[in-house]
């Protein structure tokens, strides 16, 4: 059988699953990573936001077939790293945890958004999350927490 | 650490399991030999049904149905009336009639697929207009009429200078919570424990005790973390975990029910649509003679919590204001279509919706400004309510309406969005106010008489403490506001205070997580708890210390003649939003908010901030985005995108300040915040939207599409 070889949080994993397989599924049933979650499965709330290759990306559109070779990054192992934390501390600061479940995506798009562009605005704030829905929220302690990371974190970007 | 200030924020409970990902939803939960459900739903609005024809069913699939019932095929709540297997009669779209159990999900599906029934399909209700047409013959889940006699209203009229009649109405709202509905049961030898996502675990424990006909040991509730509920939890999950249970029992395995997002929004319940009559008789300079309500719920097929959910609207069918003369009746009636049910407000934003609309519409009729005239008719301290209760604790809003007037420069901003927009062809400004309350705790005499909230705290031979409730942590920050109370009375570390996942072995029936009740009945009852423990105080012992509701001396209420106290305390608020309208395309911008909470006193300042934005902006987008539509009894919006819940860049930064009112009632002077905040935020949008267009619009939401038919029409009418 064909087997789909990828880089998963750092280690080289293979996966026998279907190449038409989604990967949020993959993730979460064969490796129970189950820090992507699925709040739409349709690419429009971002709960299952992963990076492929650095690039944030929802794991509920993505074939596993399509990820041969990549680098994939969930907040499981996103979370044990000092930009996690950086982002974590802050995320309290601002109060932008409610019911939680939109924020394991939030965080990978913070991240994201903050990696690219350390100094962000609060339009590119905005912005940068519009990918991902927030329903507790009404975002504004999000983007507060977003322009924390960035000051705070200031050199970690 | 020992808070000295209770408002003073904290890291919440919850934040380092939720943050990593790490907590366990249900839908993250699996269990050895566990299986799927999925349900078989009605095709149709309305029928008989008379044969059902299974695809052949490979090893290890079941169907459960009604007949593996062994108690009530009905999901326990006020009416009885909503089948958990619909197996006679199907009375929605979307009804479930049975259930199929396996271990591959995608198997589940296609097996669904192929099953056909044979139904006697009978004319069903779609709208809420037919509903009302035949209201006389059927379909009335409740009723209620109070206030002024109607003879009285009828010469007041008679004499009036004028009489201004204008009917609203108000959509559907979808909860949109972003984790969608899940429920797990487990069958044991001595009893079937349910865990899953829910705000109420004893609505679901009794249900369950219905429909299985077993005692009350032999089912056992766990809440498992909850991404989200808005009311949305609050009435639905009893009948998943029916289904589960049952299932549980039959096949002796853990059964698994997950809705996607699609079914999610096909069948769950929503914000009820509503339609109002208002009629308002007033003299030569404007004052107010008298008022005439009618008010019509659409609550689908089942009764639901519309009863209650109309109660709420009715009482709030005057605003904050004292209005002389005042007659109210309302109706919840009977469509067939999804059921509705509780959703944040609780009835209380589509009549808030109304009543200023209605008196915005009034004053500029009057060609007065509606914030000016509307303060006319502010109820104040020792006020009877429209029901003959009173307004006992001190009102602040005379207050916070100057104050938010002044900080927003209200005067001078009209004057100059009104020369904006005398030189802007395509942009328009505008700036409206709301006006509004929320009655904290169940409605009437509901806490004495069916709710009877005990809690319970234990004491560790370690000198930690545990908090047993029923209540639910669905992000509003119970567990966090929750300890610090206990953590206050005790003059302990807040890290010392523990607060398990609520297990209905283990916690005493403290109530449902509704109604802004937990933090301001359930906390007080906390507060007294914790000063009994330690008064009592053992270092190295264990102990534990219960408290009992105590009701508090209101008017009593009578729910027959609808008279009475309604509420033990109100919250209050006001807010100002500033839009921006560009009549090419219908959009609207919003560019400030504002929002004035009297809550009593926070317990916990970053989390009312919480409460404040994230309902704010549920409420604005009511108003103005969230659009929610039946065709034919089906739900024509299936992805999140259909329906239009606002992204991060729909929305501004809110100015909200808190006002300092403690409530003697209230632990440390807390009142409800959990649903007041979505109240004002409709209302606000569409009066900023009227006064940026000078047009009066009749309904919510006020789209895109509803604006540019609304100008054309405006054209139109000043060409004719």
Redesign the interface.
């Known amino acids: 059988m064909r087997v789909i070889k990828f880089q998963l949080n750092g280690r080289e994993v293979e996966t026998d699953a279907p190449p038409t397989a989604r990967l949020i599924d993959v993730l979460?049933d064969e490796f129970a990573y189950?820090?992507?979650?699925?709040?739409?499965?349709?690419g429009?709330?971002g709960?299952c936001s992963v990076f492929v290759n650095t690039l944030v990306q929802n794991s509920c559109l993505i074939p596993v077939g399509a990820i041969e070779g990549a680098e994939i990054m969930?907040?499981?192992g996103f979370?044990q790293t000092e930009l996690?934390q950086m982002?974590?501390e802050c995320?309290?600061e601002a109060?932008a945890?409610?019911?939680?479940?939109?924020?394991?995506g939030m965080?990978m798009a913070s991240a994201a958004l903050l990696s690219k562009n350390p100094h962000p605005t609060?339009e590119e704030?905005?912005?940068g999350?519009?990918?991902?829905?927030?329903?507790?929220?009404?975002?504004?302690?999000?983007?507060d927490a977003i322009d924390l990371a960035a000051k705070k974190g200031e050199g970690l970007w | 650490m020992i808070a000295k200030d209770i408002s003073t924020s904290v890291k919440k409970k919850d934040h380092d399991g939720k943050i990593s990902g790490q907590l366990a939803y249900i839908s993250d939960v699996k269990v050895d030999s566990m299986l799927y459900g999925v349900l078989y739903r009605s095709p149709i609005a309305y029928g008989k049904v008379r044969s059902i024809r299974l695809p052949p069913l490979p090893e290890g699939y079941e169907k459960i149905g009604a007949e593996h019932i062994p108690g009530n095929n009905f999901v326990k709540l006020l009416h009885n009336d909503q089948p958990i297997f619909a197996n006679e009669w199907v009375n929605y779209i979307g009804e479930p009639m049975f259930m199929l159990v396996g271990p591959k999900l995608d198997i589940l599906y296609q097996l669904v697929d192929e099953v056909e029934v044979d139904f006697e399909e009978h004319p069903a209700i779609f709208t809420l207009e037919e509903a009302i047409k035949q209201k006389d013959q059927t379909g009335v889940f409740a009723y209620h009429e109070f206030g002024e006699s109607l003879d009285v209203i009828k010469s007041i009229e008679k004499k009036a200078h004028r009489v201004i009649e204008e009917v609203y109405e108000t959509g559907y709202q979808e909860h949109v919570y972003l984790e969608p509905q899940g429920m797990l049961g487990i069958y044991k030898a001595d009893e079937i424990l349910v865990k899953g996502s829910m705000q109420c675990l004893y609505y679901v424990k009794n249900a369950l005790i219905s429909a299985l006909a077993c005692e009350d040991d032999e089912v056992r509730v766990i809440q498992s973390p909850t991404g989200g509920g808005f009311g949305g939890k609050e009435d639905f999950p009893s009948m998943m975990a029916c289904h589960v249970a049952i299932a549980a029992k039959v096949v002796k395995k853990p059964v698994m029910l997950l809705f996607d997002r699609a079914e999610d929004m096909e069948v769950t319940t929503k914000r009820h649509p509503a339609k109002f009559t208002y009629r308002t008789a007033i003299d030569e300079q404007g004052n107010i003679l008298s008022m005439n309500v009618e008010v019509f719920l659409d609550g689908g097929a089942n009764a639901g919590l519309s009863p209650v959910v109309l109660q709420r609207a009715l009482l709030n069918s005057s605003g904050v204001y004292k209005i002389p003369h005042f007659h109210a009746k309302g109706y919840a009636l009977k469509t067939n279509t999804v059921p509705n049910g509780a959703f944040r407000g609780f009835g209380a934003p589509q009549s808030f919706a109304a009543i200023e609309s209605h008196l915005g519409h009034i004053s500029s009729m009057l060609k007065r400004d509606p914030i000016q005239y509307k303060r006319n008719y502010l109820v104040k301290q020792g006020d009877p309510t429209i029901t003959n209760g009173r307004f006992r604790d001190p009102i602040l809003l005379e207050d916070m309406i100057q104050d938010l007037l002044q900080t927003a420069d209200y005067t001078k901003k009209k004057e100059a969005f009104r020369a904006f927009n005398q030189q802007n062809k395509r942009f328009k400004k505008g700036i409206g106010a709301s006006l509004f309350l929320h009655g904290c705790g169940f409605t009437g005499s509901g806490e004495r008489d069916h709710i009877k909230a005990v809690v319970k705290l234990e004491k560790t031979e370690q000198d930690q403490v545990l908090i047993k409730v029923s209540n639910s942590d669905m992000g509003q920050g119970a567990l966090t506001t929750l300890s610090k109370i206990v953590a206050k009375g005790l003059d302990l570390p807040y890290e010392d205070i523990l607060f398990p996942d609520p297990d209905t072995k283990d916690v005493p029936d403290s109530g449902p997580t509704v109604a802004s009740r937990t933090t301001m009945i359930v906390g007080k009852l906390l507060e007294r708890a914790a000063s009994q423990l330690k008064a009592g105080w053992q270092s190295g012992v264990a102990q534990e210390v219960v408290e009992h509701y105590i009701h508090e001396d209101m008017i009593p209420w009578d729910e027959e003649t609808f008279s009475g106290d309604a509420y033990p305390a109100y919250s209050w608020g006001v807010n100002l939003i500033e839009v921006e309208v560009d009549i090419l395309t219908g959009s609207v911008r919003i560019e400030r908010v504002y929002g004035s909470f009297d809550i009593g006193r926070a317990i916990d300042e970053r989390i009312v901030k919480g409460q404040i934005d994230g309902g704010m902006a549920q409420g604005i987008a009511y108003g103005f985005m969230e659009k929610m539509t039946s065709q034919l009894g089906k739900i024509q919006q299936k992805t999140i995108s259909d329906y239009g819940p606002p992204t991060a860049m729909d929305l501004v930064p809110i100015e909200s300040k808190l006002y300092d009112n403690p409530y003697a009632g209230g632990p440390y002077g807390a009142k409800g915040a959990g649903e007041l905040p979505l109240t004002g935020g409709a209302p606000a949008v569409q009066a900023a939207i009227e006064d940026a267009l000078q047009i009066p619009f009749y309904q919510i939401p006020v789209t895109p599409e509803l604006i540019i038919e609304s100008l054309t029409k405006k054209d139109g009418d000043a060409r004719d």
């Open positions: 979460r189950i820090g992507s979650k699925e709040g739409c499965g349709d429009e709330c709960a969930t907040i499981d979370s996690f982002i974590s995320y309290s109060g945890v409610q019911c939680g479940f939109c924020i394991p965080v609060e704030i905005r912005e999350i519009s990918g991902n829905l927030c329903r507790c929220t009404g975002y504004n302690m999000i983007v």
